[in-house]
C-alpha cells in the first residue's frame, strides 16, 4: 500500500489491494471476523468518501490504519464488550462449524488459537502496536502517525507488547515447539 | 525476555492466514462507495460534514446511512471530545473566577477606611472620637461667629419708601448648598516637636490651597503644665478631609470632632437684604436727582448714608458667610507629652514627601486587598489546576488503555 491514488479507479486499486492486509488486521485485533469485516468495511467507505482530503504519499496507509484501528477500538468497546468475551476464538468456531478442517489446517487452528488468547490477553494499545508493526509491517513512525502518539512510546509499547507475549503461556508453549525442531536441527 | 521479532512476526502472519478472506468482500464495499457518488442525498451530506470533520482528523463523524451506527459515532465523538471538554469548563470557570476577582478588587475602595465616608451629609452633624468625642449639634446662624446681625429692612424715614419689591436676589433660585465645615482636633505630640508639628500642619494647608489663620503656642514648666499650642488652619472644603486624615497621622489623636452646618438660608437672606437695600438706594437716588429744596436733599442724603451703610454691613457679612463656606476651619490643638517620646513616625514636609506617604499608604491598600482575595482565589486555582489534571490524568489513562 505505498504511493496514493489519484483518482477513483487508483484508489479503488488501492483499496482492493490492501483490502486483505487490513481486514486480516482487524481480525488480529478483535479477534472477531464479522466484526473485522464491518470495520474493515466501514473504514473503506470513509476512506472513499473523504477521498478529496486523503492526500498522497506515505501518509495514507497511516490514516486508513487509524481509520480500522478507531473502528475497531469502538466494535471492541461498543459490541464486543456487549458480548461479555464470547467472541474469543469465535472465528476457530466458525471454521469448525462450517467445514471440519482439513489436516493439514490443524496446525495453522492451533496458532491462530494460540495467537489469538494472546493478543485477546493483551492490552488493546500494546496490541495495536504489536500487530500494526509485525503483521501490517508500519514502521514506528507510521503507526505513531496512526495511533496519534509519539515514536518513542510506540517503541515502548512494542517492547512491553513483546514481553507480555514471551510470558503469556498460549504464545510460550507455541515458541517452544516452533523452536523446539530447530534446536534439534541445530544438534 | 521479549519474543523475537522475526519469530512474532511468522507467527502473526501464520495466525492472520486462517481468516478466510470473505468472498467479493472488497467489490461489495467498493460497490457500495461508489453507491455513494450516485446518490445525491448522500453526497451532499457527506460533503457538508467533509469540511467540518476530515480535514482535521480521521475521527469524523461516520455519515453513514445506518442510523445506529450514526448513534455509535455520536457517542465517541462525545468520549473523544472529552478533554476538550474539560479544558473548555476549566476555561469558563477561569473566566468566571477572574471576573469574580475583579469584581472583589474593584470593591476595594470603598470597603477601605475614608474619613469622608463616615461624615454625615452636609449640614447634619458628625463626629468620629477615637477617644472621648465632643459633638455639637448644627445650630443654623451660630457657627464661625457669624451672626445674622442684620435688622429689619431700613425705613425709608420721613421720605416715602420705595415702592418697588425688592426682586428675588440672584441665585437664590437653585441656590448650591452652602455648608460650613468646622473641625476641632486634639493632638498628643512628642517632647519638643510642638514647633516642627506646627510648620508641618502649615504646610498641610499651604499644600492643600489654605493658609494658617491662627496660631499659638505656651511653654509649660517643668512640674505640671506641658507645653502646648494651637492652630487654625483655613483649608478649601474639598481638602478638608484630606487635610484632617493628615494631620491625625502627626500625632496621638486625643479627641477630634467635625461639624457641617448649612447656611444656605442665612446666605439666601442676605443676598434678599442686599438687593432690596441696593433697590431702595436707588429710588432715593433718583428722588434726590429731583429734589429742588435744600432740606428734600438733605433728608434724601441722610437716608442715603444710611442705606449704604446697612448695604456695607450686608455685603461684608456675605463675604464672610462666603469665605466660610469656601474655607474649612480646622482648629488643631496641641499638647506635648510629658515623657519624651520617639516621633511617631515621619511625617510629610513637603509636596513629595506628602505624595510618598500617599503612595506608601495606597500600597499598603493595595497588598491589602490582594492578601485579602490571595486565599480565595489561591483556594479557586487549585481547585481547577486539581480539576484540569485529574481531567487529563483520565483522558491519558482511557487513551492508553485503547490506543
Keep these: 500500500m505505498v504511493g496514493g491514488p489519484r483518482d477513483n479507479d487508483d484508489l479503488a486499486q488501492w483499496l482492493e489491494r490492501g483490502y486483505t492486509r487490513s481486514f486480516r488486521t482487524a481480525c488480529l485485533l478483535l479477534g472477531n471476523r464479522a466484526d473485522a469485516e464491518e470495520a474493515v468495511q466501514e473504514a473503506f467507505l470513509r476512506a472513499w468518501r473523504f477521498r478529496a482530503s486523503l492526500g498522497s504519499g506515505s501518509n495514507l496507509t497511516p490514516w486508513l490504519y487509524r481509520v480500522v484501528v478507531n473502528t475497531c477500538y469502538s466494535k471492541l468497546r461498543d459490541e464486543v464488550r456487549r458480548r461479555e468475551r464470547r467472541s474469543e476464538l469465535s472465528h476457530l468456531e466458525e471454521v469448525a462449524s462450517s467445514t471440519p478442517p482439513p489436516e493439514e489446517q490443524v496446525w495453522r487452528i492451533d496458532v491462530s488459537r494460540s495467537v489469538a488468547r494472546a493478543l485477546n490477553d493483551l492490552p488493546f494499545h500494546l496490541r495495536v502496536a504489536v500487530v500494526l508493526r509485525y503483521y501490517a509491517e508500519l514502521s514506528e513512525r507510521e503507526i505513531a502517525t496512526a495511533i496519534g502518539r509519539r515514536p518513542g512510546t510506540v517503541k515502548s509499547r512494542l517492547h512491553e507488547g513483546r514481553r507480555l507475549l514471551a510470558a503469556h503461556p498460549a504464545l510460550q508453549a507455541l515458541v517452544l515447539s516452533e523452536s523446539a525442531p530447530v534446536e534439534e536441527e541445530l544438534q | 525476555m521479549v519474543v523475537d521479532e522475526e519469530r512474532l512476526r511468522a507467527t502473526l502472519s501464520e495466525a492472520a492466514e486462517s481468516f478466510d478472506i470473505p468472498d467479493m468482500a472488497v467489490e461489495q464495499v467498493l460497490l457500495r462507495a461508489r453507491d455513494l457518488d450516485a446518490s445525491p442525498h448522500l453526497m451532499s451530506r457527506f460533503r457538508r460534514r467533509k469540511g467540518e470533520t476530515v480535514a482535521s482528523d480521521a475521527h469524523g463523524d461516520a455519515a453513514s446511512e445506518d442510523e445506529a451506527l450514526k448513534a455509535r459515532w455520536r457517542r465517541r465523538m462525545l468520549q473523544l471530545k472529552r478533554p476538550p471538554v474539560v479544558l473548555t469548563t476549566a476555561a469558563l470557570s477561569l473566566v468566571a473566577v477572574t471576573l469574580i476577582l ?302
Excluded at chain 2, 507645653?227 to 478631609?241: C, R
Excluded at chain 2, 451703610?309 to 499638647?335: F, H, I, K, W
Aim: proline fraction near 7%; hydrophobic fraction near 40%; glycine fraction near 10%.
Design chain 2, 102 to 403: 475583579l469584581a472583589t478588587l474593584g470593591g476595594l475602595p470603598s470597603s477601605q477606611s475614608n474619613p469622608s465616608a463616615n461624615r454625615a451629609p452636609q449640614g447634619l452633624h458628625s463626629s468620629a472620637t477615637p477617644g472621648a468625642v465632643s459633638g455639637g449639634s448644627a445650630a443654623p446662624g451660630s457657627a464661625g461667629g457669624v451672626g445674622a446681625s442684620g435688622g429689619p429692612a431700613p425705613a425709608p424715614g420721613s421720605s416715602s419708601p420705595p415702592a418697588t419689591a425688592p426682586s428675588l436676589p440672584t441665585g437664590a433660585v437653585g441656590q448650591s448648598s452652602k455648608v460650613e465645615e468646622t473641625g476641632s482636633l486634639d493632638l498628643t505630640i512628642g517632647k519638643g516637636r510642638l514647633e516642627t508639628i506646627l510648620t508641618s500642619l502649615t504646610n498641610l494647608a499651604v499644600a492643600d490651597g489654605g493658609f494658617a489663620a491662627d496660631t499659638a503656642t505656651q511653654s509649660g514648666d517643668a512640674s505640671n503644665i506641658p507645653t502646648s499650642g494651637s492652630i487654625t488652619l483655613q483649608v478649601p472644603q474639598a481638602s478638608f478631609d484630606n487635610v484632617l486624615a493628615n494631620a491625625q497621622a502627626l500625632g496621638t489623636v486625643t479627641s477630634v470632632t467635625s461639624k457641617a452646618t448649612d447656611v444656605t438660608g442665612q446666605y439666601v437672606d442676605l443676598q434678599a437684604r442686599i438687593t432690596a437695600l441696593q433697590a431702595s438706594r436707588d429710588q432715593y437716588l433718583t428722588i434726590m436727582s429731583k429734589a429742588t429744596s435744600i432740606s428734600d436733599i438733605l433728608a434724601v442724603e441722610n437716608q442715603l448714608d444710611s442705606i449704604q451703610s446697612q448695604l456695607d454691613q450686608l455685603q461684608g457679612q456675605l463675604q464672610v458667610l462666603d469665605n466660610e463656606t469656601s474655607y474649612a476651619t480646622l482648629a488643631v490643638s496641641l499638647t506635648e507629652n510629658r515623657s519624651h517620646r520617639p516621633p511617631p513616625s515621619p511625617k510629610p514636609a513637603s509636596g513629595i514627601s506628602d505624595a510618598w506617604h500617599r503612595s506608601v499608604s495606597g500600597f499598603a491598600a493595595a497588598f491589602d486587598g490582594l492578601v485579602r482575595i490571595a486565599g480565595p482565589a489561591l483556594f479557586v486555582l487549585l481547585c481547577l489546576m486539581v480539576a484540569i489534571i485529574l481531567g487529563r490524568l483520565a483522558w491519558r489513562s482511557a487513551r492508553r488503555r485503547f490506543l
